[in-house]
């Protein structure tokens, strides 16, 4: 095992962090002191100090041999990772933005390309130090405190903050070769995601990472990836880069074939955001090669979204050029497989937004980590419970849309809710959500969440997962 992080290091910061829990007053909400977010529903401001998580941000270890890693709760997977590939190591799901922290993956919800076969990130965790709503500092896993542990994947901060984490590591290899495979319909790429879920192989080869982009129901791409030692062996003459000139998501449609190095692949969505760093004029090659590379990043073009939200900049313009106002309709929503044409092409008809993320994942199953009785392998998480077995298909869309004559801000949000529940599926709650309670309750845990948090945070310290997700405190 090798130490990156000393352990009087990590007390010190667990000590200031207590310190500042303890002098935040009686019945005054507690929040994390952190000012950064991968968050798109706005908050109120918070007059009072927040908890003090400035000393949370590393890796403590990493053991190369049992494949594990000891990680503070605060840490980017940008560091993370970093730390992991000096030892051949990747944490089983990457979430494909730098700035996510561990922890925010955990309590949120991360998923990437591997989640066809690792699952969600919370399901690679062995065990966690809990900071919860009174005050403890809890030692959570599958047999201590085990409603916690399974309670706590979306509870988004309303019962604990995840102060450090055991989580598990897979093994890679230097270079990720890609096939970007077409398909003309959206049955048949439904069709292959099953397969390539259940075989983890496509047309002879196989496939360790799974994810696609829909340009519209005719033209739709999974982009297939499989380890290689060199880009020889992907079948290319050289590994492609997309922190420069070149824009990763527009390679999809005009090349059947690529290889990145394992570190760029991870990130690949990073530098643009997916593709909506031409909200910024950033994929004009002009502007791009004035656009300093440090900043054509996902945090970056966060912290101009969140500069445009409080000054209302994008609206002025808007109102000057005479166009009507614009939704925003940033979500990430579950369906399951048999579901996702036709919630595909709903989404073309009433969004009409693209392009569109595909992200197909699972649940693990036992046998796939070192516990074969671990909590996660056997029955759903019970603040987003998706069904064991059961295929689903991320969809991400992020953009806005004009608001028609008659119709208000949040009414295409609402159709999308509606739309999702039609099609069985789950959606995100980094985002705006405009859930009655009830339903709310519903779809998000009900009974269990309630009890959860009586348990371990009886004074109601912490904001409320509805008041966070829908009332935006």
Known sequence: MTATLSDRAHAKALAALTASYAAIAEGTPVRLAKRTSNLFRPRTEQASAGLDVSGLDGVLSVDPIARTADVQGMCTYERLVAECLRYGLMPKVVPQLKTITLGGAVTGLGIESSSFRNGLPHESVLEMDVLTGDG???????????????????????LGYAVRLLIELDPVRGFVGLRNVRFADLDALAAAVGQITAERSWAGEPVDFLDGAVFSTDQAYLCLGRWADSPAAAGVEAASDYTGQQIYYRSIPARERDCLAVSDYLWRWDTDWFWCSGAFGVQNPVIRRLWPARYRRSD???????????????????????????????????????????FLRWFAEHVGMSPVWLCPLKLREPG????????????????????PGQVYVNVGFWGTVPIVDGKSDGDVNRLVEAAVAEHAGHKSLYSDAYYDRQTFAAVYGGTVYAELKDRYDPGHRLTGLYEKAVGRR
């Open 136 to 158: 403890r500092l809890l030692t959570i896993s599958p047999s201590q405190y085990p409603d916690l542990f399974a309670g706590f994947p979306n509870s988004y901060g309303s």
């Open 368 to 387: 796939d980590g070192p516990d074969e009785d671990r909590q996660g392998s056997t029955k759903p998480w019970p603040l987003y419970p998706l069904s």
């Open 300 to 342: 970056f073009y966060h912290r101009l979204i969140s500069l445009d939200h409080r000054f209302k900049v994008a609206e002025k313009i808007d109102r000057v050029r005479r166009q009507p106002p614009r939704e925003r309709v940033v979500q990430d929503v579950e369906i399951p497989l048999e579901r996702t044409p036709a």
